[in-house]
């Protein structure tokens, strides 16, 4: 069956370094998502991404946060100056059809931890 | 801002009790998810409901829309061990050009053989 692959599982950084994380979308798949989770918190949504670029975003999207589809198989998140908060799991999703109103496959995610 | 309630936070019931988690929105929704998250790993997308008062089953899961479509419900009947996990729900809400997708803080049901 189809998944929604991610890397790195954990990636540790410093405060103030831009980090890249990867995700593989299942690849029949329209659209793109990223997500947080603090630990033990809530999901919070990031960003959707349909045709090259994005078709919704949340609050906590700001300019420190940016996402891009280099290839065909590739969506990653970028964020520019990492801080202490932003230490979380990032899920990568992908879907079908509709934005945000059909099924989301989410990938393991990625751990990231901010020193 | 727009909110989604979820209630309880925490559930602890012995196997084979009944368990629900409640949604409530302060606001009309388009539709709303379920998802389901194992310690350690990833939301699964479970269920989505779209009309006001649905009710849908999946096995010993029940899943109710209310009628203002405002709140859901999500009922388990004679838990099991593999049930263990936070279920989440979602509500997608569409005001204006803006359309969110929030989710409710989670239940973490813990099951007791």
């Known amino acids: 069956e189809p998944e929604v692959t991610q890397t790195p599982s954990h990636q540790v950084t410093q405060m103030g370094q831009e980090v890249i994380l990867r995700c593989v979308p299942i690849?029949?798949?329209?659209?793109f998502y990223w997500y947080r989770q603090i630990l033990g918190q809530k999901v919070e949504f990031l960003v959707s991404?349909?045709?090259?670029?994005?078709?919704?975003k949340s609050e906590i999207f700001d300019d420190q946060f940016s996402v891009e589809r280099p290839d065909g198989s590739n969506f990653t998140l970028k964020i520019r100056s990492t801080k202490l908060e932003d230490s979380a799991m990032y899920f990568c999703a992908s879907g079908g059809l509709v934005v945000l109103t059909d099924t989301q496959y989410f990938g393991p995610g990625t751990r990231l931890t901010v020193l | 801002g727009q909110q989604v309630m979820q209630i309880p936070q925490y559930q602890h019931v012995q196997e084979g009790e009944d368990f629900t988690t409640y949604c409530n929105s302060s606001t009309t929704l388009s539709n709303i998810q379920w998802y389901k998250q194992r310690p350690g790993g990833h939301p699964v997308f479970l269920i989505q409901l779209v009309k006001s008062g649905e009710v849908k089953k999946q096995k010993r899961l029940t899943f109710q829309f209310g009628e203002a479509k405002k709140n859901s419900s999500l009922h388990i009947t004679a838990t099991q061990t593999t049930d263990v996990g936070t279920y989440f729900c979602?509500?997608?809400?569409?005001?204006?050009?803006?359309?969110?997708?929030?989710w409710g803080l989670g239940t973490s049901l813990a099951v007791n053989p």
């Open positions: 979602a509500g997608y809400l569409v005001a204006g050009n803006n359309r969110k997708l929030i």
């Open positions: 991404f349909y045709n090259n670029e994005i078709s919704e």
């Open positions: 690849s029949n798949h329209l659209y």
